[in-house]
Structures are given as structure tokens and as C-alpha cells.
Nanobody
Framework: QVQLVESGGGSVQSGGSLRLSCKIS????????MGWVRQRLGDEREGVAA???????SYAESVKGRFTISLDNAENTLYLQMNDLKPEDTAMYYC????????????????????WGQGTQVTVSS
């Protein structure tokens, strides 16, 4: 059974940083794909960043240069380091696993994953 548990959300001022963590159980990235998806209030879900078992990463244009996705295999944890946060980054952030490809995640609205975490809220004030 796959379980994804996010943590690390919170409230910060514009320009600040946060690191989201996703503890993974029951899923191996070696042949798969994982990512972070966010949903602003009233909006569709947006793929933010994704990584596959070959180390390929993709980012949405809106976060390139500010966000970094990484995976610690020893800790079975997926991270999203978010720097220079902006008010428009305010959203619920979800960790998700098993996607078709990293570029598909960041190119699509409502990207498809088989497994989802419960989400962690990020709020950025100006």
C-alpha cells in the first residue's frame, strides 16, 4: 500500500523559503515518477515539479530557478525546496506518485498520478 505524507508547509513573507517533505512508503521511484502539485483556492491543480527514476527533473515555468525537487533514497523522502516565494505561490501542495512522465506533469492542468498525499498548505504574504 502506497502512503505519502507531506510536511513542511506554513506561512512566510514574500521572498522567504520553505522546504516541503514527503515521506514515502510502498513506492519505489527507480522505475517511476513522482512530483509536487499545487492547487490554489478555486483553481485547477497545477504540476509544479517532477522527478523520475533516471533523475530527470522538470519544473513549471512559474517556479524555475526558485524551486528544487529532490529525492533522498536512504530516507525515502521527496523534497521541494522553495526559495524566493511569492504571494502567487500560495496554495495547497500535494506530493504524488506514479506519473507518465515528468514533462507531462508540468505541462498539464490536473496532472494524473495514481497516488496522492493529503496536502500541506503554503501561504505567502506580501
Amino acid at each position: 500500500q502506497v502512503q505519502l505524507v507531506e510536511s513542511g508547509g506554513g506561512s512566510v513573507q514574500s521572498g522567504g523559503s520553505l522546504r516541503l517533505s514527503c515521506k514515502i512508503s510502498g513506492y519505489t521511484l527507480e522505475t517511476g515518477c513522482m512530483g509536487w502539485v499545487r492547487q490554489r483556492l478555486g483553481d485547477e491543480r497545477e504540476g509544479v515539479a517532477a522527478i523520475d527514476g533516471g533523475g530527470i527533473v522538470s519544473y513549471a515555468e512559474s517556479v524555475k530557478g526558485r524551486f528544487t525537487i529532490s529525492l533522498d533514497n536512504a530516507e525515502n523522502t521527496l523534497y521541494l525546496q522553495m526559495n524566493d516565494l511569492k504571494p502567487e505561490d500560495t496554495a495547497m501542495y500535494y506530493c504524488a506518485a506514479n506519473c507518465a512522465g515528468t514533462w507531462i506533469v508540468v505541462a498539464a492542468i490536473n496532472p494524473v498520478f495514481n497516488y496522492w498525499g493529503q496536502g500541506t498548505q503554503v501561504t505567502v504574504s506580501s
